[in-house]
C-alpha cells in the first residue's frame, strides 16, 4: 500500500529565514509524489509535484521539494519564508493499486512569526 | 481557467436529515474523487467514478452513495445524518483514471450538522 508519513504536526519558523516541512513515503514501484497546501476554511491548493526528472522541483509562491530515492523522502522547501505561508501542508501520493486517487499525509502546520 | 466547482459552499442540516453534495469537474476531466476532512483531520478519501462508473471505494459509510452523471458532474448523497459527518467535503478532479499528474480540487463543501 502506498502511503506518506509527516512527522511534524507544527513547524515554527521566523519570517526570512528557510523552511523545510518534511514528507517521507512508501511506494511499490515509481512515486508520483504532490504537496498541497491549505488556507483555513479553504480548499487544497496545489504546490508541486514530482514524477519523474530532476530531483529538485520547482512551484507556486516560491517553493521547492527536493526528491530523494535513497531516503524515500519529499520534503517540501523556501529559502525564505513569509508570514503568508503561514498555514497547513500536505504530503501526497498518487496510489497506484487502484484508481490513483491521491492519499495524503496527516499534514504539518507551518507557522511564520514575524 | 475553469475549476472545479462544488456547491453548495455551506451546508446545515439536523441529524437524520438528508444531503446532497455537487461537485462539477474541469470541462473534458471524466474522473471525480470525493475527500472527507474532518476538523483537524487529513482528507480522507471516500470514492471515486471514472467514465461514470465507480472506480474506487474507501471509507464511505452506507449511509452516502455517490453518483457520476453523463455530464460527468458527480453527486454525493448523505442520508441519515449525523453529528460526526460535519466536515469539509472535497471533490477533485482529472483526465483520466492514470492521470496521475493533473488533480485539481474544489473549494469544498462544508457540512454542519446540528
Known amino acids: 500500500a502506498q502511503s506518506v508519513a509527516q512527522p511534524e504536526d507544527q513547524v515554527n519558523v521566523a519570517e526570512g529565514n528557510p523552511l523545510t516541512v518534511k514528507c517521507t513515503y512508501s511506494v511499490s514501484g515509481n512515486p508520483y509524489l504532490f504537496w498541497y497546501v491549505q488556507y483555513p476554511n479553504r480548499g487544497l491548493q496545489f504546490l508541486l509535484k514530482?514524477?519523474?526528472?530532476?530531483?529538485l522541483v520547482k512551484g507556486s509562491y516560491g517553493f521547492e521539494a527536493e526528491f530523494n530515492k535513497s531516503q524515500t523522502s519529499f520534503h517540501l522547501k523556501k529559502p525564505s519564508a513569509l508570514v503568508s505561508d503561514s498555514a497547513l501542508y500536505f504530503c501526497?501520493?498518487?496510489?497506484?493499486?487502484?484508481?490513483?486517487?491521491?492519499?495524503f499525509g496527516s499534514g504539518t502546520r507551518l507557522l511564520v512569526r514575524p | 481557467a475553469a475549476g472545479v466547482i462544488q456547491s453548495p459552499r455551506h451546508l446545515i442540516k439536523e441529524k437524520r436529515e438528508t444531503a446532497t453534495l455537487k461537485c462539477y469537474p474541469i470541462p473534458r476531466h471524466d474522473t471525480v474523487y470525493w475527500y472527507q476532512q474532518g476538523p483537524g483531520q487529513d482528507p480522507q478519501f471516500l470514492i471515486s467514478?471514472?467514465?461514470?462508473?465507480?472506480?474506487d471505494k474507501g471509507s464511505i459509510p452506507d449511509r452516502f452513495s455517490a453518483q457520476q452523471f453523463s455530464d460527468y458532474h458527480s453527486e454525493l448523497n448523505m442520508s441519515s445524518l449525523e453529528l460526526g459527518d460535519s466536515a469539509l467535503y472535497f471533490c477533485?478532479?482529472?483526465?483520466?483514471?492514470?492521470?496521475?499528474?493533473?488533480?485539481?480540487f474544489g473549494s469544498g463543501t462544508r457540512l454542519t450538522v446540528v
Open positions: 514530482y514524477i519523474t526528472g530532476d530531483n
Open positions: 477533485a478532479s482529472s483526465l483520466g483514471v492514470r492521470a496521475g499528474d493533473g488533480y485539481t
Open positions: 467514478f471514472y467514465e461514470k462508473m465507480q472506480s
Open positions: 501526497a501520493v498518487r496510489d497506484v493499486d487502484s484508481s490513483y486517487k491521491l492519499i
